[in-house]
Each structure stands twice: as structure tokens, then as C-alpha cells.
């Protein structure tokens, strides 16, 4: 996992460069920490105490930027890719008979149509209607970097558990 490939976001962007590109930060983080492993590995719930998994994170991460971008903020009427819900929690989250490549190109896809919805706002302040709750563009990239920050916490210590790897 020595290898960093990400772009790092610049010290002087202004407001819209700087959350899109940590937000891009945040994704390839999450990429990075699943680098080099295996279909099992990325199925692992390597952390005794927890049901995560990487290709859960995974899954998760791809059902969070369809359902802000493409259903909240262009009002397109898409469903998460893994429905419903498994003992009280999220299906993307269950991984046992997942497919890691399908996962891994579902949320690349995602995170590519994420990025063209949000180059169409032509501000951040531009706003939309959902459900009675007025929703912006800068709210949805902040949130998503929050979102991936979070998650990318629980990656840092399942790839640690999985085969040593550190680094952010």
C-alpha cells in the first residue's frame, strides 16, 4: 500500500475545486486501502467485534453517492444497487456471496455520475427540493466527504487487520 496514487487537494482552491477534489481524495483513499486484495479479503470481518467488511464499505460507499446524487440532487429515480435490509442492517453491507468486481465497477460508475450531477450545479448554493427540505449541492459534497472520512477510518483498521498494512 506504498504506492500512493492520489491527487491531493490543492492549499488555495477556491470553495467548489477544493470540497469536489477532497472528495475525490476521499474516494481514491478508500480505493487505496482496497488495493491488492482479494475477493475473501475484501469479505473479511476482520475486527472481532464488528460485521464490517472492505467490500462492504465498498458497496455502502457506491449505494451513498446514488442515492445523494443521482436520487436526491438530480431526482432520477434509481434504488440502492443492493435493496432492503439484513438483520436490522443495510444488504450492501452483507458481503458473504457479493461479487468484489461488480461491487468495485458499480461504484466507480457511481462515483463518475456523481461527478457529472454535481458539475452540472452551477453553484454550490444552487439548491434542490427534497421531500419538503431544501438541499444544496455544498451541504451534499460536505457531507460526502464526512461520509467517506468516517468510513475510511473503519478501512484504515480493517486493511491493518487484514494483512498489516498502515498509512493513510
Known amino acids: 500500500m506504498n504506492d500512493d496514487q492520489r491527487m491531493h487537494p490543492s492549499k488555495a482552491a477556491d470553495d467548489r475545486a477544493s470540497l469536489t477534489s477532497f472528495l475525490d481524495y476521499q474516494r481514491a483513499t478508500l480505493d487505496m486501502k482496497c488495493a491488492g486484495l482479494t475477493g475473501e479479503q475484501l469479505k473479511r470481518k476482520a475486527i472481532p467485534t464488528s460485521g464490517l467488511t472492505l467490500l462492504g464499505l465498498v458497496r455502502h460507499a ?72 431544501t438541499i444544496s449541492l455544498r451541504y451534499v459534497l460536505t457531507h460526502m466527504i464526512e461520509e467517506y472520512a468516517r468510513h475510511n477510518g473503519h478501512a484504515d483498521l480493517l486493511r491493518e487487520a487484514i494483512d498489516g498494512s498502515v498509512g493513510e
Open 62 to 133: 457506491a449505494s451513498v453517492e446514488r442515492g445523494w446524487f443521482r436520487f436526491t440532487l438530480n431526482a432520477e429515480d434509481v434504488r440502492t444497487p443492493w435493496p432492503g435490509e439484513v438483520g436490522g442492517t443495510f444488504a450492501e453491507f452483507h458481503v458473504e456471496d457479493a461479487d468484489a468486481d461488480e461491487a468495485f465497477e458499480i461504484w466507480y460508475e457511481e462515483c463518475a455520475r456523481a461527478r457529472a450531477v454535481a458539475a452540472a450545479f452551477s453553484s454550490l448554493d444552487d439548491t434542490v427540493d427534497f421531500r419538503g427540505e
